[in-house]
């Protein structure tokens, strides 16, 4: 259950800086060793300093292109992620071509197959993510005449009585229940209006928190932060103390 939700917000989430050099270094390893592996089966004996170049050059353009189509609005996605993929693979061609050449038609047409294969594969993995976004997601019933912004069409992973609190990732958002982790395309202010009449409240402009879920207020004035039911401290912003008044 971990490993498949860490899969889901590596394909759905944006990465962080650490996140995001790890997988980088991870898929650059790979591709190095392929690279290896391929020369040798032709006979040749290909450098690790060339060969981490090449990878760099063929990947790191999809990479920087699926990050990208993770910030992409829902209504442009499918479209915008196929733009981005092919342009990544006009530019990983480019480079290639530029930096090792690739005079003889045999190696080009290799180059350029080799590329429409990645460019498949990650827009296999983008309508992957497209499905994992908010798994088991169930409308969530609109309360009665208090419910204020509630969306009837606004459809949750979990009921609002097991969510602890709701997080901003980029163009989504991280529900979080009391042992796991689930990510929906929303806006945190969407889903603050949505929760509100359910007793949530912002403490942070990146987190908005079930009051019944924290347990207690600790630290030092200037650096208070939320301990909550689910053993999640959150710091409390500064412009957002006096909505804890009563907790």
């Known amino acids: 259950m971990v490993r498949a939700e860490s899969v889901r917000q590596c394909l759905c989430a944006p990465l962080g800086p650490v ?23 032709r006979g040749h004996w290909v450098g690790i300093g060339v060969a981490v170049g090449w990878a760099t050059v063929a990947i790191g353009p999809y990479g ?18 196929g733009v981005l993929l092919v342009a990544a693979t006009l530019v990983s061609v480019a480079l ?16 350029v197959t080799s590329r ?39 459809a949750l992973p979990l009921p609002p009585e097991e969510i602890v609190l709701a997080r901003a990732a980029g163009n989504y958002v991280e529900i979080h229940g009391s042992a796991a982790s ?9 889903l603050e209006a949505h929760l509100q009449p359910f ?30 039911s689910n053993g999640q401290q959150v710091p409390i912003g500064q412009a957002y103390r006096d909505r804890l008044g009563g907790t």
């Not at 976004?133 to 912004?149: H, L």
């Not at 689930?182 to 969407?190: D, G, Q």
């Open 182 to 190: 689930h990510l929906v395309r929303v806006t945190l202010s969407a």
């Open 199 to 228: 007793g949530f409240v912002r403490i942070h402009r990146s987190v908005v928190v079930r009051r019944s879920a924290i347990v207690d207020l600790a630290g030092p004035p200037a650096r208070r932060f939320a301990v909550l």
């Open 19 to 41: 996140s995001g050099l790890c997988v980088a270094s991870i898929a650059v390893a790979a591709a190095s060793a392929q690279c290896i592996l391929h020369e040798l089966s």
């Open 64 to 81: 920087a292109a699926f990050e990208l189509t993770k910030r992409l609005p829902a209504d442009v996605y499918v479209k915008g992620s």
């Open 116 to 154: 429409v294969q990645v460019c498949v594969a990650l827009m296999a993995l983008a309508g992957i993510s497209v499905a994992w976004r908010s798994p088991g997601a169930t409308p969530v019933p609109r309360p009665g005449a208090s419910s204020g912004g509630a969306r009837p069409d606004l």
């Open 96 to 111: 290639e071509l530029s930096i090792f050449g690739a005079a003889e038609p045999p190696r080009l047409l290799e180059v």
